[in-house]
Each structure stands twice: as C-alpha cells, then as structure tokens.
C-alpha cells in the first residue's frame, strides 16, 4: 500500500487518493495573480505509480509552462489563438491534439510516440504535448457565438424571419441548459442527451409534437457541433445523438371541404377587420403562404395586366421559404377581389403568426373550424385538393402551389394563361 504522504512530495506532486493516483500542485505566489486557483488537482487515472509519474511530469511541465508564459504576458488573452495554432500543428505531425488533461489519459505507446518526435521548435511542443490548454466554451456562449457562424442564413432575411429563425434554436439550447446545466462542450456526454430526450419525452404528454422535439433536438446538436468545428474542438457530437429521433405522427392538418368555404366560410367573415378578412379572401383562391400574402409589395400586385396576377418573389432583407416559392399567380375569384380592394397589399410588419392566432381563435368563437385541427392553414390544404379534383396536373398544382419539383429545373414554368384556364375552374363565387 502506497501512503500519500511518501510519495513524490516536491518532485513529482503524486499523491494518491481512494487507490488511484492525482497530479496536486500548489499555485505559486508570483503567479497567483494571474492564475487563481489555489492549486492544480489532476486525476493520473491509474492505480500504477510508476505511470502515474510518468503522467505527472507531463502534467508539471506544461503546468509550470503555462504559468511562465501567464508571468511573461500577464495576461491569458493569447490562450485561445495558441490553443487553435496547436490543434493545427499536432495535425501536421500526424496526431490529434489533446490537453495535458487528456494525454494523461492516453495509451502510455502513444504518449512515448510524442515524447520521440523531434521537438525543435516551441510551438510544436504545446501541439504534441499538450501545453496549449483546452478551448473553453460553456453552453450559455454558445448562442451568440452561433449566430456570427451562421450569418450567411440570416443575411437576407426580414427582421421577422429573423426573429422567427433564432428563436426556436436559443429556446431548444436553453432547454438543455435547463436539463444539462452549464457545461463546456467538452464535458457534453451519450448521457446528457438521453436526459434531454427524455425530458422532451415528458413534454410529448403534454401536447408538444413529436416533430417540435425532434426540431429542438437538431437544433441543438447543429448548434454545439457548429461551435465546436470553429473552435478546432475534435468532437463529433452525431453519435451523442443518434437513433433518438421520436417516432412522427401521421396525422396531418385537415384541409375544408370546398363547399363549406364557398357556403359557411366566407360569407360568414363579417366578424373580422376589413384588413384580416380580405387576407382570408386572398388565401382562399391563392393557396399562398400567410406569410407570402403579407410580404407582398404594391409592385408584386398586378391589377393593371392583361392577366391580373401577384408575384411571389424574394427581395433584398426578405426571404422565401424555399427557392422553389417564387412564383406568378392569376387572380381570381374572391383573390381578385381581395387585392382590388386593396390593391397596395396588407402593410403588415409584425408577426403573421399573429394574424393566424387571432383569425384561429375568432372562427372558433363563430364556429367555423370543424374540428380544432382545422386552420386558417387549412385553407392552403384545400386549395390543392381543388385543383386535384378537376385533373389539374401536378406540375400545374406544384407551379400554383410553389413546391419544389422532382428532377432538374427547365424552362420559365407555365404561362399565366395556362395557371388561369385551370384557376377559373375552382375560383369561389363572389358578392355581387
């Protein structure tokens, strides 16, 4: 039995401790200004002295390494571009990088396979060695950091989509924080994610979709492994989550039957705004996107043409769901009588999910949903089942509709006359 006082006090900082061995060294005076810790406690991982000395004089030479370099900057500013500049030097030399903290850890051939590198220059020692730390970034750094890596996302969207882009992604990391705690990313483990999975799980019988878990559980993974890509951390978080994703619902939004539209819907909007029912009317014979009627310009309104028509279309600062979105749709119906109403658009520069609540809760209140799956989204649903049920064919429907296309894109899409021979088949009847 090996005492902890009688070994290596002063020359190899080995103590042992509940039969393993640990590195434990106090912070001396002069430096402790700049490091302070009371003193450095590092597990050896091993129940042999002879490799947990061998372990700690890797350990002491990059402990007093850092503090002298601590003394001669006084500062730690520069720790972050030498961790980085490490990694990419132990790759260069065929070896990940790892902290004195890791490589202690490490098969005791592949540590003496460093040691015998030709160590000529400084850097390549902190790189092989261990000497430049660990990057340390904490899950509560993560968003912002997030945000400066995925710009080229964000660039073109509109202060809303924005809005509505980051928000589910903080509120999916800051769940985990919650279920987790503040961790850095280097200590993220298999069994963190299993607790976040089954918290999520938990919510699951609450009313939350299967498909908003699975997003947040994406979220999440993206966002750390974003983070740890640009900070040079060799971690692969797929693994952590993988086969965890939860088991989707079959059940899909419920589209109107066209009759009760033309018969109990519309005529019965006298409830709403004159703004909020004239955004129904143009849903209604459209099929847009809510979110497309309210992005629309006056110049996107073509009352004037020969074929009067609105032009779905991205625009500096406004983004479409998918490229495929951008389209020209005819008006007709109760859409042309919509948007000669109002023919500079809707103006409406907050969240359309607002206007989808408060239509929703208003058809509830005046009986016109159904069933409580039904939406004013619904009416989207609807638009396509009415083109299926007069033959339309389905690149017509995929062209009105703006959904992507199987196979490579050809041509200008369909004319405006050919989308209207089919639009006047299904438009509603109008007031007189």
Not at 89 to 105: D, H, M, Q, V
Not at 117 to 139: N, P, T, Y
């Amino acid at each position: 039995m090996v005492h902890r006082r009688s070994i290596g006090l002063g020359k190899n900082y080995v103590y042992q401790r509940g039969g393993k061995f640990i590195y434990r060294r106090r912070v001396p005076s002069e430096v402790s200004h700049l490091d302070t810790r009371k003193e450095v406690k590092i597990s050896l991982k091993t129940h042999s002295y002879q490799e947990a000395v061998i372990r700690s004089t890797i350990y002491d030479r990059q402990v007093q390494k850092f503090w002298n370099d601590l003394i001669e900057t006084q500062s730690s500013n520069n720790l972050e571009s030498r961790y980085k500049k490490a990694v990419r030097t132990a790759r260069a030399n065929g070896f990940s990088y790892k902290s004195i903290e890791e490589l202690a850890t490490l098969d005791l051939n592949e540590i003496v396979e460093r040691l015998l590198v030709d160590i000529d220059q400084k850097e390549k020692a902190e790189a092989l060695l261990g000497g430049a730390g660990s990057s340390k970034v904490k899950l509560t750094q993560c968003s912002e950091l997030y945000w400066g890596l995925v710009h080229d996302q964000l660039v073109n969207k509109s202060p809303h989509q924005i809005r509505k882009w980051k928000n589910p992604r903080k509120a999916a990391l800051d769940s985990f924080i919650s279920v987790v705690g503040d961790k850095y990313l280097q200590q993220i483990t298999r069994k963190d994610i299993l607790s976040f999975r089954s918290w999520l799980n938990d919510k699951l019988r609450l009313g939350f979709s299967p498909s908003s878990a699975n997003k947040q559980m994406r979220f999440v993974r993206h966002i750390i492994q974003q983070i740890a890509i640009s900070q040079e951390l060799e971690i692969d978080f797929d693994p952590l989550f993988a086969k965890l994703n939860f088991k989707l619902s079959n059940i899909s939004r419920p589209p109107f039957e066209a009759s009760y539209v033309q018969n109990k819907l519309l005529p019965n909007l006298g409830f709403l705004n004159e703004r909020d029912r004239l955004v129904v009317m143009a849903i209604a014979d459209t099929g847009a996107r809510i979110s497309e009627v309210f992005g629309l310009r006056p110049e996107d309104i073509r009352l004037e043409e020969d074929i009067p028509f609105i032009w779905i279309r991205a625009r500096k600062g406004y983004e479409l769901k998918t490229e495929s979105s951008e389209r020209k749709i005819p008006l007709v119906g109760t859409a042309l009588q919509a948007f000669s109403n109002s023919p500079g658009g809707f103006n409406h520069s907050g969240n359309p999910d607002s206007f989808s609540g408060n239509v929703n809760k208003r058809l509830s209140n005046h009986g016109l949903r159904p069933t409580p799956q039904h939406s004013i989204y619904s009416l989207r649903h609807t638009f396509k089942d009415r083109l299926r049920d007069i033959e339309a064919p389905e690149e017509i429907i995929d062209d009105l509709m703006g959904h992507k296309k199987s196979g490579p894109k050809y041509g200008r899409g369909h004319r405006l006359e050919t989308k209207l021979k089919w639009l006047e088949k299904i438009a509603y009847r109008t007031e007189s």
